[in-house]
């Protein structure tokens, strides 16, 4: 109330001034043709202001007759908030699987679009700004830009009608944006990122003990390596999940590399169904650094404790192997056969990045005792980059179908926002310049 009464005491001065130069005993027209002038600036500053809650009232008896309001702007708004979310998200989501597939090439077209549905989302948010400041603060534009409107010589006409439109066009104009947008958005064509399910299988030795880092290497049924992935340090390999795109159905051959050997498992495949189950790698006693890998020769587990490895052959075969591998900077390694100390050769090698060391164990009979102690230590893991699973064309295929469903959601949430927001400000300023005088009262 105290601004209204400053408008109102702003226009009487305006009055006041315009009559008082009319009045004056001065013959200079310039000076002259502000009297009339300033009256009726001071009579239209009145009507304004007396008229400000009927124009209030209008404004919102015209949205009630459009079918428009602030609250279903508001969940219009948040739905476009929610599908461009998705849209990165998806976005987002085939770009891990175009980088872990090797389909690089790909990954510019991910990344412009990923960068316009940015841009989108800023867009919107500004638009939301604007629209919570326009309605929050609707009544100070109108009360001020009254005030402004009043101020003598025009000093704050142009502000105050463009105030004044602002509180009541722009007001009127920003709950249609979703009239707007739905009259001339196209049909938004269907996208669905296809459901991928995870698979965790957990990788050990033969006597359950985890394998750190094991590479698992998956053939399809033409002998083709579909993916290469490597475990964590507990010996679970994870597929799916945001990593892989794995078929509906699949059977996968499999091969654990560890150690710079690659292993035949049981069991040697994996399925769709094989979420929760168990890998093991029947010719491989591990712990902690040093591995013992046997071929053509069975025997019984003593001992598997960090530092020292027991076994006892029970039975030999025609050509029996056993392979004593540990990292390289495992040290103090002795190994025994019985009481009498093997005199192992260890021969370096290096596999992924890791330095290993190999010794190759002969004339073991059955009843032998085999024991390997040592100072223990931890498996580095091997450096590769991983192959991860895609399910054959369909990467290519959800790019384009996500960037052409990109490129609809992109002209309907930012282009024609944008185009309206134009009209809006076009609108506000053709009313604005009616309110500041662009008809001329008085000629020149």
Partial sequence: MELLTLAVALASLTYALGALILGLPIPYRPLKRWGPRLMADAVAAMII?????????????????????????????????????????????VSTLLRSSGLDILLPIVSGTVSAVSAALTGLRLIF????????????????????????????????????????????????????????????????????????????????????????????????????????????????GEKDMLPPTFNYSIRVGFLGYYFDTVPGFITELSNGSTIVVPNLVYSTGVG?????????????????????????????????????????????????????????????????????????????????????????????????IVYGDSVEEMVESLTTYAAAVLYRELVLPAMYMGVVVSLTVAAARVLGGSIRLLPR
């Fill in 49 to 93: 202001v007396s008229s400000l809650g009927i124009l209030l009232w209008l404004s919102d008896k015209v949205m009630e007759i459009i079918g428009v309001t602030w609250g279903n702007f508001y969940d219009w708004m948040t739905v476009r908030f929610t599908v461009l979310l998705a849209v990165y998200g998806g976005l987002q989501y």
């Fill in 129 to 240: 700004f604007v629209a919570l400041a326009l309605q929050r603060l609707r009544y100070y534009f109108v009360i001020l830009g009254s005030v402004f409107y009043s101020i003598p010589f025009r000093i704050g006409r142009s502000v105050g009608a463009t105030m004044i439109s602002i509180g009541l066009v722009a007001y009127i104009a920003m709950p249609a944006l979703p009239l707007f947008v739905e009259a001339f958005s196209p049909d938004v064509p269907g996208f669905s990122i296809p459901v991928n399910h995870t698979i965790v299988v957990d990788v050990k030795d033969s006597v359950g003990t985890p394998i750190p880092y094991p590479l698992l290497e998956l053939r399809d049924s033409g002998g083709e390596v579909e993916g290469v992935i490597v475990g964590d340090m507990y010996g679970r390999v994870v597929l799916g």
């Fill in 292 to 388: 013992v890998l046997i071929h053509d020769i069975i025997m019984e587990v003593v001992s598997n404790e960090p530092g020292e490895i027991q076994l006892r052959a029970v039975s030999v075969l025609a050509s029996p192997e056993v392979l004593v591998t540990k990292v390289a900077y495992i040290t103090d390694v002795n190994v025994h056969i019985g009481n009498i100390t093997y005199g192992c050769q260890w021969v370096r090698s290096y596999w992924l990045d890791i330095p290993l060391d190999t010794c190759q164990v002969t004339g073991l009979e059955p009843g032998d005792m085999l024991s390997i102690d040592y100072l223990p230590g931890p498996y580095p893991g091997p450096n590769i980059r991983e192959k991860r």
